[in-house]
């Protein structure tokens, strides 16, 4: 299965809350979910997943694995506790969540057990999340052109991220954009409001729409019925070059996800 391009984001989201908005997500149609070792909901999804009427085999679904698992022999067990919690043989995506802080790790050690945990048939495609362009080469090093099929870095309206995209491109690595609405900063922006306002829809549509129209994949994250509704028809959206490029004029380098353990931007 293709990792369809409007996914559904769990961070934060747990227990009940969580629960209730995966149930509205699948009833309204997503197929699509995102989740990691450190939310602490993988139980929580495996059993929202396991009671649903959609089967597991139309569900796209993602998990990554946090930096203190990435020591030699760690990795593929704890893969192992987060298929038991999400009640799955095998995940769609295990994504390596940051690279290993001020390389306490070193890259190959984590990136070679994630390739074995594929091969073992724990995940179908592998990939890594808020790599940079440097890490990104080294890693296509260690495991060779072609293996890392997808990258999660922050990209919306507000941080274009256009130098990393551009690399992931040439390596034909797919981008999904984490918090595509700046977690909500980009729906007070003036000229996304203006562009919604003439296509009769919200700030919020607007900068999905431009997102999915350079082909990335999103995965906003919303409790609101309504919202993952509108979410949902962002797909249908189409801007016009000059809506694009007035968007593209709003970056601006607002980073939303900047913990201290984060890599040397570029
Ligand atoms: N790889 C990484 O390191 C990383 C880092 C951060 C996030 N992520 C992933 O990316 C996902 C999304 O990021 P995020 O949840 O932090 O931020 P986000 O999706 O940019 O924003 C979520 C916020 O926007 C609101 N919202 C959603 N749809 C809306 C709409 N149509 N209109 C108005 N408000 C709307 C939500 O409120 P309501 O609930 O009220 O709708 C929520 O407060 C996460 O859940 C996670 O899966 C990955």
Redesign the pocket.
Known sequence: MKMPSLGF????LKGDVLRSALDSALSLGYRHI?TAQIYGNEADIGAGLASASVPRNQIYLTT?VWFNEYAQGSLIPSLEKSLERLQTDQVDLTLI??PSPADDVPMATYLEQLAEARERGLTREIGV??FTIAQLEEAIDILGEGAIAHQ?I?V?PLLQNRRLRTACAVHDIAVTA???????KV?AEPSLQEIAARHAV?P??IALAWLLQQEMAV??????PA?QK??LQAQGLILSDEEMQVIAGLDRGVRC?NPDFSPKWD
């Open positions: 984001g769990t961070y934060r995102d990554k969540h940051w999340s808020n999660q922050e919306h984490y918090m595509p609405l700046a977690y909500g729906l919200t919020a549509q995965i906003p994250s919303s409790t609101n919202h509108a979410n996800a």
